[in-house]
């Protein structure tokens, strides 16, 4: 029997999907990860919806208006919110346990931001011994002091080439 699978989407945040200063690439992310949800939801597979909890003076402290998730990715009904402090999503949630109770054995993971949750979080489903399916043009974050915003991306994707399914949104199977 298959294992049952999960889309977790991360950090779909107002703060950086906002037209004042996005991720890179944002518009054509939103449109890949939008196709992507409507499949998951489809195929009537568990989606969570994680979004970070950031700390003083950051732009998604829980409540301020950067902190909610972006209105093209609300939770449909029964859909679970999860607020994390970590940028891996499984270390300051009850996603495994979550994840457990549904018999998911392997999910797929989209998101923000390549470097950091996306990263993290995809180490953290592989150390719990999920299956992972990444999208590889399904994270984006923002330009760095040494390399930019796809670069970033490209090298997330190459560190985990060997142990996950890499996929574009478009291959993404439910």
């Known amino acids: 029997m298959a294992a049952k699978t999960a ?94 109770e549904r018999q998911v054995g392997r999910v797929v993971i989209a998101g923000l931001q390549s470097d950091w949750c996306v990263r993290e979080t995809t180490q953290g489903a592989l150390s719990r011994g999920y299956g992972v399916t990444l999208v590889a043009d399904g994270h984006s974050t923002y330009d760095g002091k040494t390399r930019t915003a796809a670069e970033t991306s490209l090298a997330v994707n190459d560190e985990f080439r060997d142990q996950v399914e890499l996929v574009t949104a478009r291959e993404v199977r439910f």
């Open 7 to 100: 889309l977790l989407l991360i950090d779909l945040q107002k703060n950086m999907l906002d037209p004042e200063n996005p991720v890179a690439g944002s518009q054509g992310l939103i449109g890949r990860l939008r196709g992507v949800l409507d499949r998951a939801r489809e195929a009537r597979v568990p989606v969570f919806l994680i979004r970070n909890c950031g700390g003083d003076g950051d732009p998604d402290v829980k409540g301020t208006p950067g902190w909610g998730l972006d209105s093209r990715f609300a939770p449909a009904s029964g859909e679970p919110v999860l607020d994390k402090t970590t940028c891996d999503s499984f270390a300051s949630t009850d996603l495994d346990a979550q994840l457990r």
